[in-house]
């Protein structure tokens, strides 16, 4: 009976132990993916101006059709890049 009650008690200790470090995992986890966000909100944001900068150069020497397509074709090979990357990042 003894030991059975040394038992219980070393599950309950384990328990415990468990739960706080699934509690301090678990922070860890929120804090990474807030801070995930807005890196990722940062990153866009950056894209978005040097997009937008290039279309402001292009313009300036070429005809706004001209810039236009251009920069289409480079945010189109930014995007197929981006795709790659992931693609290889999840196999």
């Not at 929120?30 to 290039?54: C, H, N, R």
């Not at 001209?66 to 992931?86: E, K």
Request: aromatic residues 8%.
């Amino acid at each position: 009976m003894e030991s059975l009650a040394r038992f219980l008690v070393a599950v309950t200790e384990l328990f415990e132990a468990e739960g706080v470090a699934l509690k301090r995992q678990l922070v860890r986890l929120i804090v990474a993916a807030g801070l995930g966000l807005i890196i990722f909100g940062l990153v866009v944001a950056g894209l978005g101006f040097l997009l937008f900068s290039l279309f402001r150069v292009l313009a300036a020497r070429l005809t706004p059709t001209g810039a236009t397509l251009t920069l289409g074709v480079v945010a189109m090979s930014l995007a197929w890049g981006a795709i790659l990357y992931v693609r290889r990042l999840l196999r």
